[in-house]
């Protein structure tokens, strides 16, 4: 636990290291991203989704499957979850992208498949990490997944096809297949899910309730920084190389993406407390509305555009970005915490 301890109380220094290692390493190896192509099934990145699963997985096997019915009796702040995340999220993306990258319509594109994308992944994090609840953010995600798999199709078509004409603007005709999008979010969301229920489930049945809260939980849960590490690492190092030889283009797409993750944070923050939200509940509503699935805009874009197209590397900057923003935003919370609560 010691061990545990010092790893949290510096983890914004270990990820900007990571992230230092993984663009050194990119840039050491520019050809590191073509070779990595042979650990790929699909636009799957096999490492890369197995380093995902075990961060969430720890998160995911301490939640209380059982109390998740009762997280949702005040109607009000799901309204606002859904209403904040399905309406105005997605908007605010398409008015940020147009904005700041109306002259490089391959990274606008980008941006719009990641602003339509609600965060079912690395959210888990984020909250475990800033005190969330863990049952309203397991709850969330699960519908922000159903209906994912049901709209996201939809949302491409109005926001990249449909809308753009109304403003004048030149639209884009995509075909995204359902069965892709399900298979993404089974992929990111339903086998760490299903590895902590069924932990859960049965530990708690052979071993008690107390050895699994007391021994096994906290055996588990370093796996979590440990692979968001890992992660981190493996990422930049795909994309080292690029983001030094056009790092003004990572700039400007990292722009929109800061402006967005930080209002959004803010907007659901405030708005959830004014609906009398606690601390953890609050937490939970926040980083929910302020994530994306940049695993679903990414796989998205490879399959639609290719691998090397403006649209893919736009998407790969989005968790780049995400990273260090979002831990900010976790200090930012505390911060909340020792001020509102």
């Not at 109304?166 to 399900?182: C, P, R, T, Y």
């Not at 990414?298 to 989005?318: C, D, L, P, R």
Request: aromatic residues 16%; positive net charge; glycine residues 6%.
């Amino acid at each position: 636990m010691k061990k545990l301890g010092f790893l949290d109380r510096f983890l914004t220094l270990w990820i900007f290291i990571a992230m230092l290692i993984g663009v050194f390493i990119g840039y050491l190896q520019p050809n590191l991203s073509d070779s990595m192509q042979s650990l790929s099934h699909g636009t799957t990145n096999i490492p890369l989704a197995i380093g995902l699963i075990i961060m969430m997985y720890p998160p995911l096997a301490k939640v209380n499957y059982k109390k998740i019915p009762a997280v949702f009796k005040n109607y009000k702040l799901v309204l606002l979850s859904l209403s904040i995340t399905w309406i105005l999220a997605p908007f605010f993306m398409f008015v940020l992208a147009n904005l700041f990258l109306h002259d490089f319509p391959e990274y606008r594109t980008g941006l719009i498949l990641i602003g339509i994308a609600p965060c079912i992944a690395m959210v888990i994090v984020w909250n475990e990490l800033a005190g969330g609840n863990r049952e309203y953010i397991a709850g969330l995600i699960g519908v922000n997944s159903l209906l994912q798999v049901f709209f996201y199709a939809g949302y491409a078509y109005f926001y990249l096809t449909f809308f753009p004409t109304i403003f004048g603007m030149k639209s884009l005709v995509i075909d995204i297949e359902m069965a892709q999008i399900a298979k993404t979010v089974f992929l990111y969301l339903g086998v760490p899910f299903l590895l902590g229920f069924l932990s859960r489930m049965i530990f708690i049945r052979i071993k008690g309730e107390e050895w699994y809260e007391q021994k096994f939980i906290p055996f588990i849960s370093p796996l979590t920084l440990i692979a968001l590490l890992f992660t981190i690492v493996f990422m930049f190092s795909l994309k080292g190389a690029l983001i030094v030889e056009i790092p003004l283009d990572a700039v400007r797409i990292s722009i929109p993406l800061i402006i967005y993750f930080t209002s959004m944070f803010i907007l659901t923050f405030y708005s959830s407390k004014r609906l009398k939200a606690k601390y953890d509940t609050n937490i939970a509503l926040s980083f929910t509305a302020t994530g994306n699935n940049f695993e679903l805009a990414i796989a998205v874009a490879i399959g639609v555009f290719g691998i090397n197209s403006g649209e893919a590397f736009a998407g790969v900057i989005g968790p780049l970005i995400e990273v260090p923003a979002l831990i900010l935003l976790v200090k930012l919370a505390y911060w909340f915490k020792k001020k509102y609560y």
